[in-house]
């Protein structure tokens, strides 16, 4: 069984940074791409970021290309997720999911595992 679970999430002003992080357990870490998805009150959940299985391949939305980073360290079996010049827009639940394709994509339904999600509130 793959667990994720993420962290880092909190209150932030706008233009301001924060780091999400994702620890899994369970299985060989590089098996995965990872990605990140978001969930903002009354909206479908959204893609974010993924990263291939070696880190090496990364893809973004057009609403994050430029401000957030995605990241992994497979010695530490964790993905991050970096958000800088964050804005009130990016205020959602954000989730770490797991793909067994190792190359990475932005279809939510192509993964397998989801962590519990963890909350960014950016204040204007």
């Known amino acids: 069984q793959v667990q994720l679970v993420e962290s880092g999430g909190g209150l932030v002003q706008a233009g301001g940074s924060l780091r999400l992080s994702c620890a899994v357990s369970?299985?060989?870490?590089?098996?995965?791409?990872m990605g990140w998805f978001r969930q903002a009150p009354g909206k479908e959940r959204e893609f974010v970021a993924a990263v291939n299985w070696s880190g090496a391949n990364t893809y973004y939305a057009d609403s994050v290309k430029g401000r957030f980073t995605i990241s992994r360290d497979n010695a530490k079996n964790t993905v991050y997720l970096q958000m800088n010049s964050l804005k009130p827009e990016d205020t959602a639940v954000y989730y770490c999911?797991?793909?067994?394709?190792?190359?990475?994509?932005?279809?939510?339904?192509?993964?397998?595992?989801w962590g519990q999600g963890t909350q960014v509130t950016v204040s204007s």
């Open positions: 369970g299985r060989t870490f590089t098996r995965y791409a």
């Open positions: 999911a797991a793909d067994e394709s190792p190359y990475g994509n932005s279809w939510s339904q192509a993964y397998d595992y």
